[in-house]
């Protein structure tokens, strides 16, 4: 075994005896050294926005070749799409009546896949489908969602009704992977495609968090007094933190099968 790959192998083994609130640690110090590394490395922060909507991209590229090529929509969770949809068509709606921008272009586009891949799963591919594993009651999320919203929402000049829409999907968007990773739970199984769908949109995700951090930072947190004042400016951010760390959630799980090919491969390659 050459030194690397042993070196590599300990490092794994050692880091999959810990305890979760190790492993959590670990996931805490890597992500701020991920962070300081993006911070020093790109002398333009908006490119790391830029960077995870091409992620993104590519994550529902590899979807759409699950759906079209294997035939089979084995590991994906309705539900999460469901919540998807829903927290997409009403952003596409605020930003129409609030503010029109690239991102509305990009958020319709995203909005019609998402409503494809639903019909696919529904009707086209419905006998591959784990409805019986795919048992997250969307409500947990979305009653407290619209409640959250309800009580903290924008301070900007814009109807009542828009601005806690708008702040619905933001907080709706922070949990709707939530039922994909129950899904991922309950069949202690990871299909390749969907590891390979879910670990871009987790790469994408903490890229986003990272645009917003570094933006804070670099303007000294005026950003957060431009998005308006009491808790709205500090719940958007923490929204896009816990949408962060829920996804990690999904790359463990995607590391954990690397690891595991990596392994068999390597036992291979030994005898």
Known sequence: ????????????????????????????????????????????????????????????????YKLTKEKTCAGLSLKSQDLTALFLAVRLYCSFVMEYDIHTLL???????????????????????MQDKDNFAIYYVVVPCAVLALAVHPTTSHNIVNRISWAFCVYLEAVSVLPQLRLMQNTKIVEP???HYVFALGVARFLSCAHWVLQ???????????????????????????????????????VKRLDFLAMKLLHYSIF
């Open 216 to 254: 804070v930072l670099d303007t000294r947190g005026r950003l957060l007094t431009a998005l308006g004042y009491g808790l709205w400016p500090s719940m958007v951010l923490l929204s896009e933190i816990v949408q962060t760390f829920i996804l990690a959630d999904f790359c463990y799980y995607y």
């Open 1 to 64: 075994m050459r030194p690397s790959k042993r070196s590599i192998s300990v490092l794994t083994g050692w880091v999959r005896r810990q305890p979760p609130k190790v492993k959590a640690f670990l996931c805490v110090v890597a992500g701020m050294a991920a962070l300081v590394f993006l911070r020093f490395v790109v002398q333009d922060h908006d490119n790391i926005f830029v960077a995870a909507e091409a992620v993104h991209a590519v994550g529902i590229s590899v979807l759409i």
């Open 193 to 195: 495609f969907t590891a």
């Open 107 to 129: 958020d319709s586009a995203t909005l019609v896949t998402t409503l494809w891949v639903i019909y696919m799963i529904r009707f086209k591919l419905k006998s591959s489908y």
